[in-house]
Every structure is written in C-alpha cells, then in structure tokens.
C-alpha cells in the first residue's frame, strides 16, 4: 500500500529558481517528493509543474499550506489533490453503448482515481444496464425547443450528485457555451476521428469518402467550439479498401474506448494542465 | 530467382464470373498463377483485380495476349508490366535532402522494381551529392516569372530520360495543372502531415499550433488541387508537449522517409489502383 | 442487408490451375463470387484458399456440392461454412475479468459471428456477473488431484452445450492434450505476452525484470505444448521505466482484450488456416 | 541559438532532499535549470536525476563544482558533460549497409550531439562508401584464429581516433569480454529482433518459423552475454502470412536503422541511466 500523498499542479510565468523554491519548501517541511515533472514553454514564458510528495505534517493541512504558498509567495495558479481523492463524474452517454460499457468497467475495476456519481443520457436506451451496473440514471430528453430547458435539468444533476468532472461517452448532443461555464467542471469528450481531420458529423463517413489509410480518435476538453478544444490523448489504427464504413465504426469503437479512458484516467490522476487551447500532459 | 512473370491490373464495371473467367484464361494458356487478388467496390459497382502470373509462352507476347483479351472480351481497363520491368524515374528536389538521399540508397540497394534516371531541382544544394551518386542532376531554377518556362524544361527532361514515374522528396515548388497533363506519367507527392488535417504549408508549424499529441505523413498522387490527391499510404508518430517544432521536424524526418518510400515501392510493383480519387493498394 | 453466403476454406498440395478450377465451378453454377484469397506456401508447397459466394441455388445443397468437389476432383482439405451460422462459443474464465466482460460485450454488441452459449470458471468469482448477462455458468473447480475429473465435466458441458469453440479469457488453468483432444472444437487462448518472449507464468513479472521498452499479447490456438500453439494475432504497448509491474498489468489489460477479441472474430468469420503450427489469417 | 548548458546524470542510495538539495545549489550559484527529471526505483532504493541548467559562471568550472557537490555531499555517482559536447563515435560494420550509411547521413544532417571519427569494419565492402563521405576506413579482418589480435587491432583504432563510443551498425561479430572492458567507454549493438524473443543468429529466419505476426529490433548496450545487455530502445512492425524471409528482412531494414538511431541519440544526449542490467531514458 502506497501512504497517501499531495498532488500539486502549478503553472505561471517562469522565473528562476521555481524548481529549487518548490522542492525546498517540502523538503523543508520533513516531506519526501515521489514525482516531479516540469516543462517550460520557452514561446510563451510560461512554467509548468506538477509534484507530488507525502507530508510529514497532517495531510490536509500540508496540501492547504502548500496552495498558499504556490499562490502567494510563487504568484503561480495551483490546484493541490490527494492521493485519496475519488471525485465524483457524472457520465452523459445517448444510444451507443461501447464508451458507456468500457466505462463503468474501469471505474469498477479500480484503474480511476474517481467513482462514477450518475449517468445522464437523451435516450432511454441504456437506462437497464445503467440500473444493473447499480447506477443512478437521469433520462433528460433534449430536442431544438427544450434543449436550454434540459440543460438546466443536466446542470441540476451535475449539482445535486456533486460531479467533479463531466464526461461524454458518445453523448450525441452539442453542449451550450452556457452549459459548459454553469457546469463548474470541466467537461471530456471523445470524437471519434483524429482531430483536426474530419471534424463535426459523421467522421467515419468523411473519413471513407477520403479515402485515408488510417483512423483515429481524439479525447478533448469541450468547448463552445465544437471539436476545437484543448486535445487530450489521440490514437489512430490502420484500414484499407476493403474496410467499407461498418468497419471503420467497428473499428474506430476500439480506438474510442481506449483513448477516452486513457483520457479520463489522466486528469483524474491530476496529470494535465491546460494553456493556450493545449494541454501538459505529464505521464 | 523468381522466373519472370506477368501482372496485371484491371477495373472496369463489375459483372459475373471476371474472376472465374480472368483465372480460366490463363489456365488454358498452361500459365500458372502466382497472386490474385481482387476487390470489389458495391457503392460504385467497380470491380479490380491485381494477377500475377508465369507464362508458359513467350511472355511479351502472353502479356499484349491478356491486355487484348481484358480490354475487348471483359470491357475491362487493363495495365501490363513484367516482373523484370525497372520503369525509369525521375527525382524532384529542393534544399532538403533526408528523402533524396533515402529515395537514391533504396534504389541502389535493390529494394526498388525501377531505376532512377535523373536529379532535377530548382536548387544546386545537391548537385555534387547526386554527382557523388552517378546520378545526373538538372537544376532548373523556378520563380513566379518563369515557372511556365521552367516547368517546359522539366518537362523536356522527363522526355529526354524516358521517366515513367516523377517522385517530389521535398520537391517545395506547386506542379501546375498543365505539368501534370503534359507529364504522361503518374507523379508521387510526400506531404509532411497526416492528411487531410494541415494541408497546406508549414504542417508541423500547424501541428504544434494545435497542440495535437500525433504527427504524420501522407505519400499521394499529384494532381491539381493541392494535397488533395489519392492517398497511397500514410504513417504516424507519437509527439508530446516537450517537443517543440524542431524535435516534430527531425521526427518528420523518419516517417517522410519511410511513407515515401513506401509509396514508390507498392506502385513501382504494380500494386496500386487509382478510382475516384482513392486507391486500391493490393499488397 | 446482405444475402446469405458460402465461404470454404481449403487447402492441400498446390498444383496448376486450382484458382481456375475452384472459381469455374462456381460461376458454372450461376453463383457468385463476393471474396476470394489465396496464398502459395512455396516451401511446403501448400496452396491456401478463402473464398466467398452468394449461391443461386439452395444454399445448403450447394455448400455440400462444392465440399464434395473440393474433396473429390480437387484433392484438398476443406471446410465450409454459411455467413449465417452462429456457431457456439464455451467462455472459460477464472477470476480476472476483464477479457471476461469485453468478450460477452462483443458477442451481445452482434460484432462476432457466434454465439456464447456458457461460462465455464474454477472460481465462483464471476458467476453473479454471468448471471446478470444471462448466461449459464457452470462453476468445476479444479486442483491437482482433480484435475482429470474436472476436466471430464468441462467436456461434458461442451458436448451439452454444442460449442464449436472454447475461448480461453485469462482461464490460469492448462488444459491437458487430453482434453484438447477429446474437446473435438479449436481453443483459443490469449497470453499476456509478445511470444515467444517471456511464455509461461508472470510474463509481466518477466517482461519487467527484462527490462523491455515494449510489452505485448498473444492470441493462438491451445496445444499440448504450453505457449507453442499457432499465433493468430498479436499487438503491443510502448512502456517506460517509470512503469512498475502494476502498469504493465493495467496497460496489458487493454492489449489482451482486443488481441483475444480480434483472434475470436477471425476465427468465427472462417478467416484461419492452421498448418505447420502456423497460421494463414485472411482479413 | 540555445545558449551552451550542463548536463548531469546522477544516481545512487535514494534519501530524503536530494531533487531539493540538487535544485537549490544550481539556484544558488545564480544559474538556471531548464530541464529537470528523476526516477526512484522504490525496489532498487536507487535515485536517478537528469538535470541540465544554464550556468551563470564559466561553464567548465560550473561544471566540475557540480560534479564534486553531488559526489562527496550528495553521495552519488555522477557524470557530467556539456550541451556543446560533440564526442567521437567510431562506427563498425561489416557489409549489409543500410545502418551504415543511415547513420552517417544522420550525423551529417546535424541529428546527433557527437561526431563520427572512423569506420571498422571486417570487411573492405564499404571502403568506398566510407571515403565518399570522408571518413577514415580501417579494415581489420576476423577470424577464428585471429580474433584477439583483430580485436587488439581494432582497440588501438579507437584509442587513437579517441572515440567514447562504439556503435555496432549490423556488425556480424561477437565482440570479446575483453574488448568492452578494455575499450573503456560504451558499445551500443542493434538486434534484429525484438529481444528476448529470437537472440542469436538469423533472427528473422527464427520468426518466420515460428509464426509470429509483429518482427522487431532492439538496441542495446552491448555485454559479455550476447544479445543480453541493457535494452535502450525497440520497435515492432506488422507482418503476415504473405511475408517470405526477404520481406522480413526488408521490412526489418527500417526498423533496425530508426531503433539503432534512436539509440545513438539519446545516449549523445545524456538522456540513458543504467542499472541492474536495465536502462533509464529520460527523453
């Protein structure tokens, strides 16, 4: 058993000696660094840093001081976990069901750092085997005319079962601007083709009449621009001619499945920092 | 040592028994079929095969035999080349040498069903490397005043080498629509980025931009439209947020290299099939 | 909707003209040819074919037609099946349930052509999970002392349960050659390894000691010979120092499934040929 | 341009403070770290850091203070070297060539922090190929019987040519015991294989045999145990049924010279650790 430890994720603009005034400060306080990983982006003077140690002192009260630190003596955004953390995520999914499945079968297995709070879904369809895995299921339907109005209801459940992190296992519906920012979490979604080829509807269909040799899935934060958010993990696989579109989609659904998970896994190990529309990924 | 052998490619609109009456046909010649391999696009109704066989009879003869025989009795376009065939090609470059050096070791190292005839650049950087190559070298200089002219004289040497295929390693100059046309000859492009995403110029500088965690490569056939060519065969590599545009060049480099050579391999065996700007790549 | 089709498998001594006589035979019949490939193994000698085809008569009778014919006139080994049979599959198991859930996953999601018609386990571990999927489970527990009694009542749940199959999902039991004798079906099994590096027990335990930058899975048809049978399909994972054990047994979890799942497909769409303890995959 | 930096790689008994003690007196001689990593094997107890900074001071003198710092304070073994550091390499060979010249074209093109001093080969084949490029060729025949006097030979070449590193590019002999002591810095092989699977001889040739779907290659540090030493880098590509002998070694072709590569380049970028037959690579 690994004793539970602090997680920090710090950014801001370089300056020297960030790396000796980090490490001293644990060092300092009796704590033992388990992993650090920095990364300057020399275009943009920014620094990056995610460290991650076991106190010495009261865990909760060492994580606290250590934001204050970070904040105010370095001037650098933080964002501190601990090992022990399961945030809560709320899984929005509509009719297909491999992201949905492969899901909840890692949360289950223990391979993520969170537990699954609700799913939440347009649909009906998987609102049994929602009920088998034990998990609560909210069917809010969306159409053009009530779709601000499920929004406020999805916004309410993501509220109410207390989501960390919203995640859209092939969820079929646009998120509003509105949503994303009322939503208080961020939100991962997973397109099925390699960004920033074949974006918006149907890319497995583009992808055919193209004619590329090779498909691949792109795991990003939602933005109000769809497909244009900060890409977190991609993964492509091989076709050829003779792959017609059901094959593709069968196909792809494997590159899915991996590449949302992995995605997922990543930022709740507190592994990812976005800047610039980009992501840090440190693993 | 193989004996020499016959390879055909046919398409044409599909009908009952081609494969039946294709294998018939050489069968009571006493040939013997070494590989076939065929593919059948339903949406289009376009049949294509790739058959590859030893003839019993004088093999020029058989082969102009099966082309009459594919074109009048099947209706069938049909193209035929010997296993012993080493199709003459020209190599367009500019300054940058990782492909024209890779694309001339290749040749020379047996692995290519061809033989390069000629260097032609609108730079003299590497005239003494294709000299030191025994190749000839024609630098043909190209500026926005005197592209039609210059393109006359890359076309007079395309001629003059009897060059059955041109092949661009980082040749940096647009091929007009004309050139193409008056070329005769299929001409083999390397894009530096996974097609379609980052078509254009600068695709790395595009790719670090967007922040993608996959960089590419994509070996097409030239046409008019700009990076809009049949794609032959594409290849990809893992990248991370460390690696700054340099470190995506020199990773480029290595699947430039590879998908580019590639490409002029499969259509120098006779492997690829062009229709409605895709391939059927039989390997 | 496709129509229904035939598709043999055969092989046996190459000879002239066998594409010819085998393609004859069926336009002759009125039928139609949708895929066919073959292969020469010119060492052994050995011709290999898959072929495919929408018969114009009766499909059973012309199944059986074209099995006599390739027994009788042409002299090889065949095998022929419809595109409509969904032959059954025995799911054995332990406790690990991963390759578990993704196979019974695949079958209901109509990806494979079979059916699962039980769980076989040493564990109870997995019986409540069978259950919820509706699928009987027979729980045999096997030791030492019975192991030839346990494997006297797997058999027994083959034959009442007419599998055509046994898939092996991380089942950490041998099978015995009498009972791979005696099974009359092919078993598949998947090891937690790039063979034939790192067989028998542990091989991420070896792969880690070994200090490899790559790990991978193996699905092959079980023998007598432990880890020696036929490879059907393999993939691999990049790894790093930084991963212990524990992420190579995460990571692995990923490759396992969709080796196991993609090796099962294969051999229930009629794409395998096994000679020489190895394996001709038409895909 | 970067400005000139140290690079350091240390390890040894992990303790509590040492990336805070290492941070801190970089920090406090005014200099600034621009990359920083390090591992702990929590089985081995052992620390390993690459860190690389901008040294306020003069270079050289920044640069032995470290190396006595992090010896008699922190305990540790330690190696220091420069970003401007260009060590000569001598290349052996004997006369499959594709790594061969891959390699120097690689140095050539800039793509390697070293530069190559000679060629050794057994063989006179490349002679030419060396002095085309214009590098010194030293012929020293092997044989049986006059393997320790070859060997003797081939010391006192890069002795004199001053050489800090030995890569074998397809060098087809067994190097001594002897010899990679006495040779006094590192000797990095390429194995055609992907290792452990198929050591020894004619690995292709072994993986044709046995079936296996995926060939690949392997660099290592190269040991008194054949094909056994610390793996630096490999890679795997897909084959199948269709693919002779000559295809494997064709398609190996590509990966034995990117590994190879690789390999080379992040051991002249002081990215490789090792230990317990293992290796650390901080890339």
């Known amino acids: 058993m690994k004793p539970p430890s602090i997680i920090a994720l710090i950014h801001g603009p370089d300056q020297p000696g960030l790396v000796s005034r980090v490490s001293s400060w644990i060092f300092l306080r009796g704590s033992n660094i388990v992993h650090a990983d920095q990364h300057e982006d020399p275009e943009a003077g920014i620094f990056f840093q995610r460290v991650e140690w076991i106190p010495s002192g009261q865990i909760e009260s060492e994580a606290a001081a250590f934001e204050q630190f970070a904040s105010d003596e370095l001037g650098m955004t933080v964002s501190v976990a601990l090992s022990t953390d399961r945030p809560k995520v709320a899984l929005f999914v509509s009719k297909i069901d491999h992201c949905f499945h492969d899901t909840i079968l890692r949360f289950r297995s223990g391979e993520m750092a969170g537990s699954l709070a609700c799913v939440v879904s347009n649909h009906e369809t998987l609102a049994d085997d929602a009920a088998r895995y034990g998990l609560p299921f909210h069917h809010i339907p969306v159409t053009k005319a009530s779709k601000a109005q499920a929004e406020d209801a999805q916004l309410e459940v ?11 296992a092939r969820y079929m519906q646009v998120l509003s601007d509105r949503f994303l920012k009322e939503a208080g979490c961020p939100v991962i979604n997973i397109h099925h083709s390699f960004l920033p080829a074949f974006a918006g509807g149907k890319p497995y269909h583009q992808a055919h009449s193209r004619g590329v040799k090779i498909i691949g899935a792109t795991a990003h ?5 769809l497909d244009e958010g900060p890409i977190i993990h991609q993964d492509v696989t ?12 069968r196909k792809g659904r494997d590159l899915e499945k991996s590449v949302f998970a992995q995605a997922i896994r990543l930022h709740l190990d507190n592994r990812i ?4 529309n980009k992501t840090v990924v440190f693993d």
């Open 273 to 276: 920092l976005v800047y610039n």
């Open 221 to 225: 934060y939602a933005t109000a621009d």
């Open 158 to 168: 993501i509220r109410s079962c207390g989501a960390k992190l919203v995640v859209m």
């Open 238 to 249: 091989r076709i050829n001619h003779r792959n017609a579109i059901p094959d593709l989609i």
